[in-house]
């Protein structure tokens, strides 16, 4: 087997971490624990090949240990998967809730509101297919698109709401917290592809 099979056969930490700067390098051993246990050992062999630390035991000094920052509204993901895997789950629950404005807009078909139900359908498909776009990557314009979407929605059901005789408190308050849901969904999804740190996890 040659050299170059057994580098494709390792995991990607292996050749990306020795070529990482000292910053980099730095904060991955302070985040050390958020890593592969043989990535970890990689960073921590390899500052000490550049003389940033002198033996592992440094590493229980304060300024390799990472402060706890509580609870946190977005909390960072360093691991890779799990990364990977909470964009999937935000996608795949935007790709659902596209599923009631296609459902919706079919019922006013069927009522002959044909303008509104057509566009309702079409919007609905559009905000399904900006959504899908999170599954492989966060897709920076397709966040924007889905914002676009969310806000023309507010506004439709805003005008649905006052086109009511007697709103009640829960006319206002499922559509809020619905709201506030998704613009949560789709702050965190640009959050965890801003400046995603390398986390060595990739294999």
Do not use: C
Not at 84 to 92: F, H, L, Q, V
Not at 143 to 166: F, R
């Amino acid at each position: 087997m040659s050299n170059t099979e057994i580098e494709k056969q390792q995991p990607k930490f292996y050749t990306t971490i020795p070529i990482s700067s000292d910053e980099e390098l730095l904060a991955i051993l302070k985040k050390r624990k958020q890593y592969q246990p043989e990535a970890a050992q990689v960073a921590i062999n390899e500052a000490i090949k550049r003389g940033l630390i002198h033996s592992e035991q440094d590493l229980f000094s304060e300024k390799y240990q990472q402060n706890s920052s509580g609870y946190l509204l977005f909390p960072a993901i360093e691991n890779e998967r799990a990364r990977n895997k909470t964009r999937k789950s935000i996608a795949r629950i935007l790709l659902l809730a596209g599923a009631t404005p296609v459902i919706w807009g079919a019922i006013k078909v069927l009522e002959d509101q044909l303008y509104e139900g057509v566009l309702l359908i079409v919007l609905g498909g559009v905000w399904m297919f900006a959504a899908s776009k999170q599954f492989k990557s966060v897709d920076v314009k397709s966040i924007y698109l889905l914002s676009l979407l969310l806000a023309a929605a507010v506004a439709y059901i805003a005008k649905i709401i006052a086109g009511l005789q007697n709103p009640v408190f829960m006319d206002f308050l499922i559509p809020s917290l619905l709201l506030l849901f998704f613009i949560y969904g789709l702050v965190y999804i640009r959050r965890l592809g801003a400046g995603e740190p390398f986390s060595g996890n990739e294999e």
